[in-house]
């Protein structure tokens, strides 16, 4: 079994910064990618920022400058948010592709989404 838990989250005022956390636990030979996604209400869910296969990272558009992506381990990653807004409301959820076994294909694994809501 894979797990992925989310810490951080909250409320906080435009402007204001948060930090998420997540660290995946459990069966794992090896993690293809890592980062955030999040689900507005009423909207699609959306990537905000991963480490891609090669260990580079990508953003959003709508955060880069404003989120910062980083990990501790392998298997941990951290999501600095400054400069919130209150469009960055949302659910958000950890993501990993990642391989159980050697001989295992990759596949997706979520996180249970911790919400973050910024308003004053």
């Known amino acids: 079994q894979v797990q992925l838990v989310e810490s951080g989250g909250g409320l906080v005022q435009p402007g204001g910064s948060l930090r998420l956390s997540c660290a995946a636990s459990g069966s794992i030979f090896s993690i293809n990618t890592m980062g955030w996604y999040r689900q507005a209400p009423g909207k699609q869910r959306e990537l905000v920022a991963a480490f891609t296969s090669g260990g580079t990272t990508i953003y959003a558009d709508s955060v880069k400058g404003r989120f910062t992506i980083s990990r501790d381990s392998a298997k941990t990653v951290n999501l600095q948010m400054n400069s919130l807004q209150p469009e960055d409301t949302a659910v958000y959820y950890c993501?990993?592709?990642?391989?159980?076994?050697?001989?295992?294909?990759?596949?997706?694994?979520w996180g249970q989404g911790t919400q973050v809501t910024v308003s004053s």
């Open positions: 993501n990993a592709n990642l391989r159980q076994r050697y001989y295992s294909s990759s596949q997706d694994y």
